[in-house]
Structure formats: structure tokens, C-alpha cells
């Protein structure tokens, strides 16, 4: 079984990652960020037209990744930045995303629009350092993709949930139906209901592996992510 | 048909890569290399003992990054550096196989070492910036992998060979069994004559291949390396 992780040891994961490994953000990113447009590819093989919302931290950054490499992959992807941020890697990444001619809103998409022009929303707002409440800026677009009728798909966490206790019970919330994890999942996942749960992020040295109990599920062959489902 | 780049072009292409679409390094070296590791897959499913000799260059970056993915694919890899370079790029890479459990070599490997003990060896001392003449400190190892009997798989360039004329006839030369030539085949490709030419590094924008006139083959599904022969 596959353990699940929670914050400080997801955010603990990451500092060794980083500090210990040597690991560079950028290094990670492509790598994670390839595995979500790859696991799309294996959950949604026909969902051509897909939107990918991004958030200012580095789950923005692997959404941006992964915009890239599914352009690369045939996908029609249109992206969405509720807040852009002056970091140089993030502004690296959205140029990569323009010069491959993957176009980039202007304004926030309305229900009607994410429900008639899209096939599949990938939700790359928050991942798992997120801490409750959602800032004014991302309001609009998550309760508009909490009310839309277009599947979902969230890169690590279901945005808006708490890393560990998942969802706000009472208030609507988001509903994915496809969660792909990285590195291992985090303890909300244990909340998750949608039909298609993945794991990515298949950069995990055996002995960190083992150092935190991760358990990690066999990926077959050479493909960066498998499906827990 | 895919076009073959000179030298020139090849610098050109890079630097356009780098500086007009601000891919870091780390970046492309990471796709780079794990095309490497997924096309070696693909030729060579069973040779599991690989020895991956490694120069101070970019190719070289990309053979440290190779390697860490087949260790992951389930190979077992060891690394020779015939001169280790005290590059802040490489150290990371060089500390992330040995965090991987991939033994380094401490003295160059005879001929007879290498056919005993590796069923593959991966080429990545020199890449498409090589001008001739081979300097000493890496004389000896291209020696042995020349006279060795166990199958070569080249990145990019196959070692001692002119990136734009190949090798130097009348004096042995590498003759390798694959090649895998990075986002676009180079001019000395046209003298391999080893069964397996692939091509990887598939992170080209379809804008900068029409303005390279690359005419790169289609590959396939989410596959990061295509079959060239």
C-alpha cells in the first residue's frame, strides 16, 4: 500500500529533494510536469480541447510544464493565469508556452465558457504547500470550475482543499475526476471520489524511498507515472 | 526526410533554445537524457550492466542524466568520468547517481574489462561542439571503447568522429551499434553504419523546426524518442 503523505512530510520530501539530491526546480518540473501530460494522455486520449489553469507557485509551474509537453502531444491546450508572478522561471516557462503557439487568456473563463469550449480542465492552482483561505484572486475561477460540468483534473492536490483533510464540508467544492499525485499522495487524496487517481514523479532515489516509507507502487517499463486506481 | 545540421547550425539551434525561448540547461538536459535512457530501452531491452563514459561537456551532462533513468528503468549502470569538471551542472548530476546507488568508476576500464563486464556501453564524451584532435585525458578510454568487442550506443556524435566528415579514415575509429542523435541528426550521421539510429530530444516547437527546416519524423503517442532505421 501506498502510504500517503501528509504537509510537513510532503514539504520535508521536497527540502531533500532540493537540498540534499541537488535536485534544481527546473530539473523536477519538466520531469513532473511531463508526467501529468503523459498520465492525461493515458486518462483523457480524446479530450483534444483542454484548459490549463495555473497558479503563481510551482503546481502553476508543473501545470505550465505540462501545457507544453501536451501541445507537443497533439492537445489543443489554452492556459489560464489568475495571478501572474515576475519570477524568472515562471516567466521562462509561460515564453516556452507562447513560442509553442499555446494561447493564453485574457480574462477569467465563465461557467458557460469552461463548459462549451473545453473538454478537460486541468487544475494547476495550488498544490501541497497550499494553507486555507483561498486568496480573492483565485476565487472566480475556482467557483467557476467548481460549477462547471467539464471534468477536472488536479495536479497533486484538488485545489482549494486542505492538504490533509481534504475538502470543506458544507461549501461546494471541487470535484475531479482524475487526481494525479506526485512523488506520493497526500493525505486528501484519501478523499478523492473520481475515477482515475495516478501517480508521477518518477524521480525518487530507493533510499529516500525507503527513508520515508513511501511504498511506492511499480511503474512499468519506462513510463513516468502509473495508474493507483 | 529528416535534414542532417552542420556544426554551425547545431551551435545556432542551441543557443536559440537557450537564449530566444529561455530553456535552461538543466531543463533540456533532463529531456535530453531521459530520451537517451528510453531509446536505449527500446534497442537494448536486456542489457542490463552498462557502462556510461562521460565527458566534461553538455553531452556528457546528458550520459549523468541518462544514466539516473536507467537506473529507474531497472538497469544496472556504472559511470566513468575520465575528467570530472568542477561545475556546479555536474556536480548535482554526478551526486544524484551516486544518491542512485550508481557506482563510479575510479580508473579507466581496459578492453578487457569492458567486454567482461558490460553488455552496453553508452558513449557520451564528446558532443556536436567536438573539434578535433582528442586530447589526452580522453586518449585512452576512447582507445578501449574503439577496440572493445561489447556494442557502443553514441549520444548525439559518435566520439572522435568530425561532426560534419565522421571519422578519420586510415586510423581506427569508434564504430557504434546505435546512435541517438538529439533534436536533430548532425552532418556525420550520414557515416554511421550501426543498426539502430534514433532520435530524441523531442522539445523542438514546430516554429523553430520550419525555421531550421528540420523536417523532424512524427513520433509517436507520448514516446520521447522515435526510430530512425
Redo the contacts between chains.
Keep these: 500500500m501506498t502510504r500517503y503523505l501528509n504537509q510537513s512530510e510532503a514539504t520535508k520530501l521536497d527540502e531533500e529533494l532540493f537540498n ?5 526546480v ?2 523536477l ?3 513532473a510536469g ?1 508526467s501529468c ?2 498520465a492525461i ?1 493515458n486518462g483523457f486520449p480524446s479530450f483534444k480541447n483542454v484548459l490549463i489553469v495555473v497558479g503563481p507557485g510551482n503546481n502553476g509551474g508543473d501545470g505550465l510544464v505540462c501545457a507544453r ?1 501536451m501541445k ?2 497533439g492537445y489543443s491546450p489554452e492556459i489560464f493565469l489568475p495571478k501572474r508572478t515576475a519570477k524568472t522561471l515562471y ?2 516557462l509561460i ?2 508556452c507562447e ?3 499555446i494561447p493564453i487568456l485574457n480574462a477569467c473563463p465563465s461557467v458557460e465558457e469552461l463548459n462549451a469550449k473545453y473538454s478537460l480542465v486541468v487544475d494547476a492552482l495550488f498544490g501541497f504547500s497550499f494553507k486555507p483561505p483561498v486568496r480573492q484572486e483565485f476565487c472566480e475561477i475556482l467557483h467557476n470550475m467548481i460549477h462547471m460540468s467539464t471534468p477536472c483534473c488536479s495536479i497533486d492536490i484538488p485545489s482549494g482543499w486542505d492538504v490533509e483533510n481534504g475538502p470543506t464540508l458544507g461549501a461546494p467544492y471541487l470535484k475531479p475526476e482524475m487526481l494525479i499525485s506526485l512523488t506520493a499522495p497526500k493525505l486528501c487524496a484519501r478523499f478523492f471520489k473520481g475515477k482515475l487517481h495516478y501517480l508521477g514523479g ?2 525518487i ?4 524511498a525507503r527513508k520515508y516509507e513511501l511504498e511506492l507502487p511499480n ?1 512499468v ?2 513510463e513516468c507515472y502509473v495508474c493507483l486506481s
Design positions: 540534499v539530491y541537488n535536485f534544481g527546473e530539473q518540473m519538466e520531469l511531463l501530460a503523459s494522455s509537453h507537443i502531444f516567466e521562462n515564453k516556452q513560442l509553442f503557439e518518477r524521480f532515489a530507493p533510499v529516500l511503474y517499463g519506462i
